[in-house]
């Protein structure tokens, strides 16, 4: 035993000698290993930088794109002084992999300029491929924040291509795939003894690669030329928003959004916003005193008075000015239950006795007709220390962030009278078109969900997109589908404001799996507790998490998402095909002046075809190459009823 034991040590003694180095890999796998890169020798490649390797460590890295056929990088093994015995020397080449910028890409690697195997970005702890008699072995050893992968790459090469005192030239190059996904060479040394199965488990690499590959190809579709589902051809959309306007937003939602550069949507109670000329309480005033009731002077008559059909929708909404034995209004806790009566045909006897029982419960009223009467500050609930103003607004939107009507009042609008109902949205559209000079306000949420069908018919004819979904059930729109939305997220709130950020983290990954709109709506961002409230630090890490995931995420704000989406409901793409260029054209039915996102068309190309251009006019516009259950297609924006894309290839 000992003598086998000292032939062991002798045996390796010569190999490192001769400048081969043992690595603990699975048996059988390969003949005689040495490092695949000299450490003497010039590195050159497209690009280069500090950047973390298998180890976790930052060393000198050098990386290429493949995104129009120019990118590379290339490197020498040692020397190979002598051959041994075996069919093939393996090449352990510390390397990483950008996959979190997706899957669709190829690496062609040669050997001494001649090519040997083509490389797509790794999606299993261990990934394999083959050509020209070259076997590469791709072991994952660590799985970065980002979701990019990096790990020992084992390039077995034929004894038959090898000389003796030379070495071999090995080029990576990144083919025309129009991809960010990077191919990354570590100037590290491999060490000797390194165990990649205790590696891989202790870094949770299977686990974290199963997560990030699980939706390998972006927008799944049967056919390959499509208008993609979502912009870029991702696989889900997401927006962000907030309801009300609080002061919180101003200092921390939309400036964290900026720093990762994503735009966001604040619906502002306009009535709250220092400088509106109508504010809310004045607004609600105005209700109190159109409807002419006698709140102040013969409270008890009204209280004993009875609900009928034909003064039920005023005695509705007169709950917004009830005090109740609690001391506090709650009014729209209590008219939530009232959610579900959104026409005439729905008051019911049952519904006249709640509402007349709301009244009995009721021991006096907040806002009298009186003129100028305002209603208590604990009701109008401004919070966050202070209101808004209009310059904090034009900010917002000067950061490339959008401001939209949440109404004037914050009240159940869809309980008003017509002409009350249109001066709550209008008034609130108006306001925020003056306060900020060219900007059109298209957007709108309902407050609580509260709709009716006059509503919802008044909101479809004077806004483009209603966030909250209520309008649904009286307006048909395609676009809501639930193969393309998902329900709403409101933050915040019960258990998911206990378990945020995981619980939103999950959201996300539920909507890249179904492939669906996630639109997520906050109230404040304070470093406290409370109903309705986000950690600033908590939504940080959230944003982390979708950065982590952006090759599969189209972020935009929920107006253009709809838009995006509307339009591809409505569009019809043309394409026809010549020996050696393809035409390709979109026309719809919508008003272009209002429905103006370019959309992202895909196209398939000959299998055959390696230089693909698209051209407008003769002029070469962007587009990238991608790749889809082997075939191969072209991926551009363009516009509607705009000029046609010419397709050249090979």
Known sequence: MRIAEMMKTLFLLILYCIGFQPTVLPAGEHNAIMQGVDPQSEVKAEKKGKYVCYTGEKVSSYYEYPTDGTGFVEWRTPVIDKLPEGESITFTVPCGFGISKGFLAEHELLIDQKPAVVISPPQKITQEWSGNGVKVVFHALRVDDCYDVFGLMFVSVPKDRIVPGKYLTLTMNGRKCGSESWFMLSS??????????????????????????????????????????WRGGKCAALSFATDDGHVSVIKAFHPILTEYGYPGTSYVITGRVQGSKVS?????NKYSRYFKTPLAGEWEKAKAGKSTKENFWERLFLVHFLKFPDGTPKSEIRLQNFNAVTDDDKVTGERLSQLDQLFREAVGVYCPPEENQIPPEKWLREGDNRPTNWDDWRDVVKAGHAVASHTVSHGFTGFLPPELMEFEIMESKREIEAQIPGYACNAIALPCGNCTKPLAELVGSRFVYERSGTVLPYVKIPEYDNTTRAGRLSMGYGKQAKAFPAYADDAVESAITAGVWLPEVYHTFKDEDGAGNIRPAHFRQHLDYIKARGFFLWVALGEDIFKYTRQRLHSELKVVRAEKSISVSLTDDLDNAIYNQPLTVQVEVPPGSMLVDCFIDGKVIPCEYVIENGMKAVRFEMLIDGKAVEIRHD
């Open 188 to 229: 590290i040394s491999v060490a000797s003894d390194l165990d990649i199965a205790g590696i891989q488990k202790k870094n949770l690499v299977a686990e974290k690669l199963e997560k990030q590959a699980k939706p390998v190809v972006p927008d799944k579709a049967e056919s390959l030329t499509r208008i993609c589902k």
């Open 280 to 284: 809310r309480a004045s607004a609600i």
